[in-house]
């Protein structure tokens, strides 16, 4: 009887294997997520246009580096293999803020999209926390962002709040 | 044997050139962290990390909870250490016991303690001996496959549980009760804690602190995951908010959302009539008296606290003389964690539970990163910047006068104490058949939680 049992409970745990994988990924992906990296691995090749972004770190080094529309910050830092230790750790699935960005007022304000409650979570983690900061895996590089410069905080760090 | 003696002997006179070579003791985050600062910033250092467990990765493997997948993904900056050849993974090697420190700061230029903080706090109250009285830590350990917990006794045939703390580590607790346990299912929990979690009739869950809304130690993100918990209400009690909504724009920004995130969900309580199965309490101005009941608690008595202070964030919790009781018939302490003293010659504060420092530095050529120096606060990524900084003060450090044997001088004791060692290939072995195992079951992997079984597979 046990056999049995354990048997039936294995061909529902194989049956179940589709439909909880699909389960497991629209869980744990953010939808909008799903859009940002939609948008730069569905870019056609042909109309991929290059951006430019300076990265300035606390001890006034300035990296700049290439991307394209589309490319996450957190991708640009990824691709061109920027030297800023522990960036995003978590890979941008919003369960950090070690890509944790400042930006000028400026910029800032003409960030395509306004950061989700879930994003300001992670955010207010971090240290140095401004009013303009963001996380570089939610901002999703444009055109008109072309060439911007970013500050990098001295410590890329988590903390409780 | 000899001969490498002999060699090491003739090299440290005979060339200028001295590798330096580092132990670090603990292979979780802190010490994943730390050896990647000392590849980066020493060009020819050798760095040996030293595991208890034939498995790597610590709290990431064992702490983090099953349904933070992403959380995890650290271990992917973790892979690329160790596929550095000037890293190597040493598991099942229980230093203080196999290996003495001593020896340790014999055959290696410096040695890091990365181990953690393993012991939970107790209460030491009345009754905490009851059956059904569990370790959080435990219970953590007992989901997630620590080995020393798959035993662990609890029953979940019961409608009430409480809390004791509300830190991150409560947060999950009470998560993994009121979830769904479907939602479990294609996670990397172990088997017997689904099954047993899925016959769990738990529907109450009270979660306890001592001070008030103001200085809750959940963070935000865990707070609102658990407010939308499928099949599950948040039932805050108003009269702990007293006060609250005066001071909430008054507060640093961090403070101020988690604050008003438990405001918003506070009327919600009042309005929203909604039938929901499970239940969640979080209580707040209480602290833990004693446990009542006569073999297994049945109920807890709490103290009823008010706060003095001006400043919020240092206000403590004193008592006002009155007392509640809540039923339950299961309870969880988690009120933090504490370090162990692996070895007598590791100055340690047995008070507080931790290694003795100052900034990283135990002693001269002894250094200590992570929760084992700093205690068991922050998230992950507070343990990477201590480790970054305590691997690139060591760096500076290193004494480099003579050449150390270093691992092949750890390998001869070892050796002759007939203990087997697990190298990161081995470890690959184990985590390819628990990734082989979890793909029938539609998970990322089932873990293996016998230690004759991981080392059979490491070994063979």
Not at chain 1, 49 to 77: C, H, M, P
Not at chain 2, 384 to 413: C, D, H, R, W, Y
């Amino acid at each position: 009887m046990a056999l049995v049992n354990h048997l039936k409970k294995f061909s529902r745990s194989v049956l179940n294997i589709a439909s909880n994988y699909s389960k497991y990924t629209s869980n744990t992906m953010m939808p909008f997520l799903q859009t940002t990296r939609g948008a730069s691995t569905t870019q056609p090749l042909s109309e991929k246009q290059e951006v430019s972004i300076t990265f300035v770190k606390a001890n006034g080094e300035r990296i700049k580096a290439k991307g394209n529309v589309g490319d996450t910050i957190l991708d640009i830092v990824v691709n061109n293999e920027i030297d800023l230790d522990g960036y995003g750790a978590c890979e941008g699935t919003l369960t950090c803020s070690t890509c944790h960005l400042i930006f000028s007022k400026e910029v800032y304000d003409a960030l395509p999209d306004k950061p989700t409650d879930e994003e300001l979570d992670m955010l207010d983690l971090a240290y140095e926390l401004t009013d303009t900061s963001r996380l570089g895996c939610q901002i999703v590089m444009t055109k008109k962002l072309d060439g911007i410069e970013v500050r990098v905080p001295s410590t890329i760090n988590d903390a409780r709040a | 044997m000899q001969l490498a003696e002999m060699y090491n002997y003739i090299r440290s006179f005979s060339t200028q050139h001295i590798v330096p070579r580092v132990c670090i003791i603990g292979a979780g985050p802190a010490g994943f962290y730390a050896a990647q600062q000392l590849l980066k910033t020493s060009a020819d250092i050798k760095v040996d990390i030293l595991e208890k467990l034939p498995v790597p990765y610590g709290l990431v493997r064992f702490g983090v909870a099953p349904d933070h997948p992403e959380v995890k993904n650290v271990i992917h900056t973790f892979e690329k250490t160790a596929s550095n050849p000037r890293f190597q993974f040493i598991g099942n090697v229980n230093v203080g016991k196999d290996v003495t420190i001593k020896e340790l700061q014999e055959i290696y230029h410096a040695v890091l303690l990365t181990y953690g903080a393993e012991e939970d706090k107790l209460l030491n109250i009345p009754g905490e001996n009851l059956n059904n009285i569990i370790s959080g830590r435990r219970f953590v350990g007992w989901y997630n496959g620590v080995p020393a917990d798959s035993n662990l006794n609890i029953n979940l045939d019961v409608e009430e549980a409480v809390i004791l703390g509300q830190g991150n580590v409560a947060i999950d607790i009470a998560r993994i009760l009121l979830t769904p346990v479907d939602k479990l299912r294609n996670t990397d929990i172990t088997s017997f804690a689904l099954e047993k979690l899925s016959k769990s009739k738990i529907r109450k869950v009270s979660l306890i602190g001592r001070r008030g809304p103001l200085q809750a130690a959940f963070t935000i993100a865990e707070l609102r995951e658990i407010l939308k918990l499928d099949g599950c209400k948040t039932c805050w009690r108003v009269d702990d908010f007293t006060n609250v909504n005066q001071v909430v724009n008054t507060l640093a920004r961090p403070r101020k959302r988690l604050t008003a995130l438990m405001l918003e969900y506070l009327e919600k309580t009042s309005s929203d009539t909604e039938a929901m199965t499970k239940r969640l309490y979080p209580i707040f101005l209480r602290s833990p008296v004693e446990f009542l009941g006569s073999d297994t608690v049945h109920s807890i008595k709490l103290s009823v606290n008010s706060l003095e202070g001006n400043d919020v964030s240092t206000q403590f919790a004193v008592p006002t003389g009155l007392f509640e009781e809540i039923e339950c018939g299961l309870a969880f302490r988690s009120i933090g964690y504490k370090s162990v003293q692996i070895d007598a010659s590791i100055p340690f504060d047995i008070k507080i539970g931790r290694v003795k420092n100052i900034a990283g530095k135990v002693q001269d050529k002894l250094y200590a990163a992570g929760w084992v120096a700093t205690g068991p606060v922050g998230v992950i990524l507070s343990t990477m910047t201590n480790a970054f900084q305590i691997g690139t003060l060591m760096s500076k450090e290193l004494p480099l006068t003579e050449n150390k044997p270093g691992f092949v001088g750890l390998s001869k004791i070892l050796a002759q104490k007939g203990i087997p060692i697990v190298l990161y290939n081995d470890w690959k072995k184990i985590d390819k058949i628990e990734c082989e195992r979890g793909k029938i079951l539609g998970k990322p992997r089932e873990k293996i939680v016998d230690i004759n079984e991981m080392l059979e597979i490491a070994l063979k």
